[in-house]
């Protein structure tokens, strides 16, 4: 078995075996029940996807054309992004916001008992 792809998590790694399964290459995962583990275990690079030697160079072909066939992202799509991103943190701030006077109010209501 010989090294093809080292995965971010163990999601990515089945989407690449599938990827090959589609092109009737069999493909193996190693390290998937790893990438929880703490302590001696390195950060990166623990799940990886396997391949037979003599599949290696079609394997290769398959993941180069699926990662061509990725969308490329413009400028309005990138302002978009920021623009999700401001959204968020401001729902930060009103979550924040409800959590706290949810607990002014228990506190006032204990308080007047």
């Known amino acids: 078995m010989k090294l093809l792809y080292e995965a971010a998590n163990s999601v990515e790694a089945h989407m690449i075996v599938n990827l090959l399964e589609q092109s009737d290459l069999s493909a193996r995962i190693d390290g998937e029940f790893l ?20 599949n290696y160079d079609n394997a290769v072909a398959v993941i180069n054309l699926w990662e061509s066939m990725a969308p490329k992202i413009d400028e309005e799509d990138r302002n978009s992004v920021t623009l999700n991103t401001v959204t968020t943190s401001k729902l930060h701030y009103i979550i924040i ?4 006077g949810f607990i002014c109010g228990v506190a006032v209501t204990l308080l007047s008992y």
């Open 97 to 100: 916001g409800l959590v706290l």
């Open 35 to 54: 990438q929880g583990g703490a302590g001696d275990l390195q950060a990166f690079g623990v799940v990886r996807v396997m391949i037979e030697e003599h």
